[in-house]
């Protein structure tokens, strides 16, 4: 298994600022995910992160609004970039060693933007 | 038509009650299904994976995927108050890398 941990748990932001949440994974692992869950919406996938390439977007998710890095194999952020109040959700980190029914979450960030 | 349809509740129960969750799906090609079980202000845990169709146990929880009728039931026996929580459904098409569909998530309460 996997523990994951995400910094921070939760932010109060202004309209037009950016955040960036961190992603700890205790073990190496090959694909983290970055998720959005919106109330009432399904958790939706914004990007794979990958170490050593670049991110891959779903549609609808920009590298410009989301940039996101993956420095090594425990480790990834995700940005939020020229927030708006649309932006406030809960932002969930996932890793997976290696098979798909390995993924695990962290706790989420709740991210409110004023 | 979403991908994943999955009601969202309320679903309230008593103790010691059969629970049955349902989500529907549109997209043939989904092979891996799975059940992720998520309590208030946690991330999504895995419950139940299953590839293709039948039936998989595991104590109080069986899950069924009916691949004729894009159908999938996740059953909860002899429920405990400790079950209340969200249920997502989730899918995918291949077992490496591919991105995992959810649906909304039931939120499922049981009383003592």
């Known amino acids: 298994s996997a523990v994951i941990s995400q910094k921070p748990s939760r932010d109060i932001c202004q309209r037009g600022t950016s955040l960036t949440i961190q992603c700890q994974v205790d073990s190496q692992v090959t694909m983290m995910f970055w998720y959005r869950q919106q109330p009432g919406q399904s958790l939706t996938l914004i990007a794979t992160a990958n170490q050593g390439s670049e991110a891959t977007y779903e549609s609808g998710f920009v590298i410009d609004k989301f940039p996101i890095s993956r420095p090594n194999l425990t480790f990834s952020t995700l940005t939020v970039s020229n927030m708006s109040p649309e932006d406030s959700s809960i932002y969930l980190c996932s890793a997976s060693p290696a098979r798909i029914d390995e993924q695990y979450f962290g706790p989420g960030t709740r991210l409110t933007v004023t | 038509q979403k991908e994943v349809e999955q009601d969202p509740g309320p679903l309230s129960v008593p103790e010691g009650a059969i629970v049955s969750l349902n989500c529907t799906y549109s997209?043939?090609?989904?092979?891996?299904f799975m059940w992720y079980r998520q309590y208030s202000r946690k991330g999504p845990e895995l419950l139940m994976y299953t590839y293709s169709s039948g039936n998989k146990e595991d104590g109080r929880f069986t899950a069924q995927v009916d691949k004729s009728s894009k159908y999938i039931s996740l059953f909860i026996r002899d429920s405990q108050p400790s079950d209340s929580a969200t249920y997502l459904c989730a899918m995918s098409v291949d077992q490496a890398g591919t991105a995992l569909i959810f649906g909304k998530g039931t939120t499922l309460s049981v009383s003592s």
């Open positions: 997209n043939s090609a989904f092979q891996y």
